[in-house]
């Protein structure tokens, strides 16, 4: 805040036109609202301004255009153009359709990027906007917004940084070590050498969308077989001809397979068939054989090891025991868990907006703390359920001197940052669609009532508080099940999520609970590490497991946890404060005192194709559309068995394009 004229100072940071566009508002350095576009638009990955995001945070705030300080874009398009210019002659004569069709776009539209952007905002105004003065705009490096929004909001006075998508302008890959308000970049890997492409390439290949499915492939992986050999051939196949990677963790991709460059195709067909052996998949083909399965372990194993590699020549760049990570690889859960296990931090933080969303909030940030200079506070207090010590000055939750992340320590508030809706506003949506509901006048009694039903074989659609930033619903928009039901995993695949079978879910569980139940090294709050169950947990393999059909696999039950115990005994694990999701945090201890489970199945309150809920609307369409069982909105629950039918042209699905 100003100290002359104690007015506060409001920044926004946006990303758009490429995908997942987003918008965020700083106030005074805290982060006042953060929201992705596609959550009010309804279109996935929606890449177009962020119109309806920007929109909600000025409301929010009661703000005009002229109250910001600044508006801040997540990367600079003017080197963006020279990367595009300069790949294009260098593979001439290769790929000239694919240079007309970019050219066209860049030099009709996004040359004048500052332009669009004026555009844009003025049209959020209404008449007169053409008159009303804009605030300055800015524009940091994409990885420095990826490497700004990693180290600011978390709970480090010094970390060392890595960021690592598929590409910025130039950057596909930064090393960085963050101190107070600065971030200094030690070493960078330029386009086309992509660890985020190279993984894009084979989610191509398995049949999965490019910068949607990359998370298909990684829960694909363990279903892959050890045995037999294919794997490690594979695995052979990618390090001698596909990727050179080197001590430090660089590495080079042979652009003799890869079409990515200069074309509308991500690898070279003709070249990977003849590697591999096999036919690219059909997209969304309905079985996914075992070939495919292999191939995606192959290429998770060489992803973890180049994360690793570079993870450890960042520590040794930097000489720090902290680690943050962001960039859409960073939301790789399994490398995550695999680089916790590794002991070469002390502690890790990842930014759970990680991919191309979060840059608007680094974008924000580096314009606050590198553009501006402003000091930057740590949150000093526990937030968490630890008690503060000398030894333990963040109140660190978990078992002693394992790592534990400060519970509540970072700057995300849970990254529950996007709208909420009040008891009211609940209300009065309930009465125009007609839905007949019971209202709580009591939490306790609400999550009671819940924690009954979950127990009961129910499905719940939970709508409460402020919508998840980031692609992981964290209790707020989030689709609730019993994880001890042996069923449970096929039926919200096939009935309530209409997506394919072999898909894990997460587990929820109270942060002080998990280590009860997996092998956490940390906190999780943000569903960004994957983790073992416990052996006590587990039920035997019988002999001929490897030898059953992915179905069989699927289906066979592995731990009293089934629902949320991958194939390979693993589990994306979110772990639940009562600092930053107190209802959700009651529910679970609800489940727990009345039901003998801390744990319960969370995925997000969305079916295929169809971005997060964000308002009562969407929920309550999406209950109806589904199997679900029950909807929790507030204070509610409503009963499917007493909602009147939608009307025959209520086509919501419409709407989405599946991906």
């Not at 576009?37 to 309806?52: C, I, N, Q, T, V």
């Not at 801040?72 to 020279?82: A, I, N, S």
């Not at 794997?231 to 397979?257: Q, T």
Request: proline fraction near 7%; charged fraction near 25%; hydrophobic fraction near 40%.
């Amino acid at each position: 805040m100003d100290a002359a004229t104690q007015t506060p100072l409001y920044i926004l940071g946006i990303s758009a036109w490429y995908h997942d566009s987003a918008a965020v508002l700083l106030r005074d350095g805290h982060i006042a609202g953060a929201a992705q576009e596609e959550r009010f638009s309804r279109k996935k990955h929606d890449p177009s301004f962020p119109a309806g995001a920007v929109r909600f945070l000025l409301d929010e705030d009661g703000l005009s255009l002229t109250d910001l300080d600044s508006v801040v874009f997540y990367e600079k398009p003017f080197l963006k153009f020279e990367r595009l210019l300069e790949t294009y002659h260098a593979f001439a004569p290769r790929g000239p359709a694919s240079f007309i069709a970019s050219m066209s776009v860049w030099i009709k539209e996004k040359l004048f990027m500052r332009a669009m952007l004026e555009k844009e905002l003025r049209a959020l105004c209404g008449p007169g906007a053409e008159k009303i003065p804009l605030p300055p705009f800015f524009f940091p490096e994409h990885h420095l917004s990826h490497a700004a929004s990693a180290f600011f909001p978390s709970p480090f006075e010094e970390a060392a940084v890595v960021t690592l998508d598929g590409v910025g302008e130039w950057t596909t890959t930064s090393l960085a070590h963050g101190r107070g308000n600065t971030i200094s970049t030690l070493r960078e890997l330029h386009f086309p050498h992509s660890l985020g492409l190279l993984y894009s390439a084979f989610t191509a290949y398995c049949g999965f969308k490019v910068n949607s499915g990359e998370y298909k492939l990684m829960g694909l992986a363990p279903y892959g077989l050890r045995q037999g050999g294919r794997v490690a051939a594979y695995e052979e196949k990618i390090r001698r001809n596909l990727v050179d990677i080197r001590h430090d963790g660089s590495f080079f991709l042979n652009m003799d397979f890869f079409a990515y460059a200069v074309g509308f195709r991500m690898y070279d067909e003709k070249r990977w068939q003849g590697l591999f052996g096999v036919p690219p998949r059909a997209p969304e083909a309905d079985v996914v054989e075992q070939e495919y399965m292999d191939m995606a372990l192959a290429v998770q194993n060489v992803t973890e090891d180049i994360v690793l590699r570079i993870a450890r020549t960042a520590g040794q760049l930097t000489g720090s025991r902290r680690l943050c990570l962001a960039g859409g690889v960073a939301l790789n859960c399994v490398a995550n868990g695999k680089l916790w296990e590794s002991g070469l931090f002390d502690d890790i933080w990842v930014q759970p907006a990680s991919g191309d969303a979060g840059g608007a909030l680094g974008a924000a940030l580096a314009r606050l703390y590198i553009g501006l200079g402003r000091p930057r506070a740590l949150k000093a207090a526990n937030a968490g359920d630890g008690d503060p010590s000398p030894q333990n000055p963040a109140g660190r939750a978990g078992q002693g001197s394992d790592g534990f992340l400060p519970a509540g320590g970072d700057a995300m508030q849970g990254a529950y940052l996007g709208p909420e809706f009040s008891r009211e506003a609940i209300l009065r949506s309930c009465r125009r669609l007609k839905a007949p509901f019971v209202l709580y006048g009591n939490e306790d009694e609400l999550c009671n009532a819940a924690a009954d039903l979950i127990a009961g074989g129910a499905v719940l659609g939970w709508f409460q508080g402020r919508m998840e930033y980031g692609p992981r619903a964290l209790g707020n928009r989030s689709i609730l099940a019993d994880p001890r039901n042996p069923d449970m995993q096929k039926r919200l695949n096939l009935k309530i999520k209409y997506r394919e079978s072999f898909r894990p879910f997460a587990p929820s569980v109270p942060e002080e609970a998990g280590a009860e139940f997996f092998d956490l090294k940390s906190i999780s709050p943000y569903m960004l590490v994957v983790a073992p169950v416990r052996e006590s947990l587990r039920k035997p393999l019988p002999d001929d497991y490897e030898a059953m059909s992915l179905t069989e696999r699927l289906y066979f039950v592995r731990s009293t946890l089934p629902a949320v115990t991958h194939v390979d005994y693993s589990a994306r694990v979110q772990t639940v404060s009562r600092a930053t999701n107190p209802r959700y945090r009651k529910l679970l201890d609800a489940f727990n005192m009345r039901h003998g489970c801390p744990v319960l199945v969370n995925t997000s309150f969305n079916v295929r194709g169809e971005p997060l809920v964000c308002t009562p609307e969407d929920a309550y369409l999406c209950f109806m559309r589904t199997e679900m069982d029950y909807l929790v909105l507030g204070d509610c629950i409503l009963d499917k068995n007493e909602q009147p039918p939608l009307r025959e042209d209520t086509n919501w699905r419409s709407l989405y394009t599946p991906d």
